[in-house]
């Protein structure tokens, strides 16, 4: 059973645009809800996480939206830039399970 | 703090060799994780460690060894390499419990032939 589901798999936006990568959650028992980065040829850094007592958090140009009753959350990116192109990954966990990771969304913002 | 190290960054092995992958934390982070990304499949968790002494599996354990002797350091074995453990294995640690804000390193290009 998939833990969590990420789309798109894939973005292209014009600079300037925001891009929306959406995750949909079954366990309501999950109670942390990051964004990771990842550079072509780098680990996965964290961006910016969520937890369900909130329904959005800004750090930068980037949100997370947080709707617990639909178990979805969104991360948005406001105006993009070609510097943002990358792959971004959602996870969930809760207490001490285990971290589950969605299969990623390729960003490409053209200049 | 030099974060999270791994070696080697590339490797080539033959079916059938093992050998271990190093994985290095200068955080005092008690939880560890080794994560395999495969195209289209994002990063799956291997086995995760919440202190010295304690490990667990993940979600596919299967043909990898880990141990965890020290709070610093998380070697990840494979045991007899097959071609379907060709990817890209992360290592990564957390200061907290269940994996929350962690810290990954660089990356190890693993081919089988």
């Known amino acids: 059973q998939q833990q969590v589901k990420q789309s798109p798999q894939s973005l292209i936006v014009q600079k300037g645009g925001i891009p929306i990568i959406n995750c949909a959650y079954e366990n309501t028992a999950f109670d942390y809800f990051p964004w990771y980065q990842q550079f072509p040829g780098k680990g996965p850094a964290l961006l910016i996480a969520i937890r369900p007592d909130v329904s959005e958090k800004k750090e930068g140009r980037f949100t997370i939206s947080f709707n617990k009753s639909a178990k979805q959350f969104s991360l948005h990116i406001m105006d993009s830039q070609p510097g943002d192109s990358a792959t971004y990954f959602c996870?969930?966990?809760?207490?001490?399970?285990?971290?589950?990771f969605g299969t990623g969304t390729k960003l490409q913002v053209i200049p | 703090n030099a974060g999270v190290t791994q070696t080697p960054k590339f490797q080539v092995l033959k079916t059938g060799q093992s050998m271990t992958l190093q994985c290095a934390q200068d955080?005092?982070?008690?939880?560890m994780s080794w994560y395999r990304q495969d195209p289209g499949m994002g990063l799956r968790l291997i086995h995760y460690?919440?202190?010295?002494?304690?490990?667990d599996q993940g979600e596919v354990p299967n043909g990898y060894n880990v141990s965890r002797s020290t709070t610093e350091d998380f070697p990840l074995r494979l045991l007899s390499a097959a071609p379907s453990q060709t990817s890209v294995y992360f290592c990564?640690?957390?200061?907290?419990?269940?994996?929350?804000?962690?810290?990954f390193g660089p990356g190890t290009r693993l081919t089988v032939t």
């Open positions: 990564a640690s957390s200061y907290s419990g269940g994996g929350r804000e962690q810290y």
């Open positions: 460690s919440v202190g010295a002494g304690i490990t």
């Open positions: 955080m005092n982070h008690e939880y």
């Open positions: 996870a969930v966990s809760g207490g001490y399970q285990k971290v589950t």
